[in-house]
């Protein structure tokens, strides 16, 4: 009696993985030999994988594009030099009369005009990132508050922004998340104007060395929902405010604080912060173990906790973040952060396997 030999299966590749290998071989081949245009979702891997690949021309992306007609989300995050004028405009022309959200963060290689030019054409516009992105201006930010439903906008590393752009999205947007992580010439005036801002649940300052503790107090009086806040490296902040912030949002989830003065009286403080989930203190002065014993003992929601730096914490302070915050994976060395303990001269190997 004969017997049959089991063959095994054919391991079945992702759809990332074909658009991977496609990207790889150059879509320009796929496109010859494709019998239509590929389903949306097909084409925003596609383009995924040309981005990382560093292989996206103009072609091929206004190719893509013409597969991307209805898209409601688009990202062309990190594509450097790949994303010139002619790009934004191929989006204007086919895909962006529904985009509600937009992704240009890294793109270094279109002009100010191109992108005022698309964002007058993504009328649904409700969520925007440029990140580090190449002819940002207040000009640019001007175009994109005339969305009045435009709710998140990320304008990190976007040096050239002006306190004129931040209050005029603050008046005119219902903005429910800003980033303006180091925007150098954002001062205490663009965050007076950002208390009329009553739905902003996140903000972050890192990085602006002229915010001070002088728009604080009726910053985080007016905006009640902030549940993201990140002063790092806002030098002018002192223990003082921050203690006024920590009261006046108990709700607080996300916290940076990292190379700000950290005093007893705060630490104290933090025992109001019983929702908190990632803390980042990198490099602040004034912790101890005294701070992360409060810490773990009324913060049972910690996720991550950020201490790079900090010479004086010891094994006492680690072992009770461990103990109390059941949240943190100690299988996982970065979930719970603990490969930034590397910097604690007395913090033992056993404590963070």
């Known amino acids: 009696e004969g017997t049959l030999q089991s063959k095994a299966p054919v391991p079945m590749r992702s759809l990332r993985e074909l658009c991977v290998e496609a990207a790889a071989l150059g879509v320009e081949h796929v496109r010859a030999s494709a019998k239509g245009k590929p389903p949306q979702g097909v084409a925003q891997e596609l383009l995924a994988a040309c981005i990382t690949s560093k292989s996206l021309s103009e072609e091929t992306a206004e190719w893509l594009f013409t597969c991307l007609c209805g898209v409601r989300s688009l990202s062309l995050a990190n594509s450097l030099t790949m994303v010139t004028d002619r790009t934004l405009d191929a989006i204007l022309q086919l895909c962006s009369a529904q985009l509600v959200e937009l992704d240009l963060s890294w793109c270094l290689s279109f002009s100010e005009q191109a992108l005022i030019r698309l964002l007058g054409g993504t009328p649904n516009l409700r969520r925007l990132a440029v990140v580090k992105t190449g002819g940002v201006t207040d000009a640019v930010v001007h175009a994109a508050a005339q969305h009045r439903g435009l709710a998140s906008v990320d304008l990190s590393r976007c040096t050239t922004i002006t306190n004129a752009a931040v209050e005029e999205l603050a008046t005119t947007c219902p903005l429910e998340e800003l980033n303006l992580f180091a925007c150098y010439r954002v001062n205490d005036v663009a965050l007076r104007s950002l208390a009329q801002c009553r739905r902003l649940a996140s903000l972050s300052v890192g ?10 107090h009726e910053l985080v009086s007016s905006c009640s929902n902030l549940v993201q806040l990140n002063f790092a490296r806002c030098r002018r902040v002192t223990a003082s405010a921050l ?23 705060l630490i104290q403080k933090f025992a109001l912060l ?26 049972p929601k910690l996720e991550r906790l950020y201490l790079s730096g900090q010479r004086a914490v010891t094994d006492l302070g680690v072992n009770s973040i461990i103990n109390n915050c059941k949240y943190l994976n100690v299988q996982h060395p970065r979930a719970i952060s603990m490969y930034i303990f590397r910097n604690c001269k007395r913090n033992s190997e056993e404590t963070v396997m």
């Open 274 to 299: 019983t929702e908190l989930r990632v803390l980042y203190l990198s490099s602040a002065r004034g912790v101890t173990d005294a701070a992360l014993l409060c810490i773990a003992s009324h913060c």
């Open 243 to 265: 203690g006024h912030v920590v009261t006046a949002l108990p709700g607080l989830q996300f916290l940076d604080l990292s190379y700000l003065t950290i005093d007893a009286t």
């Open 207 to 216: 990085r602006c060395p002229d915010v001070s503790d002088e728009c604080l």
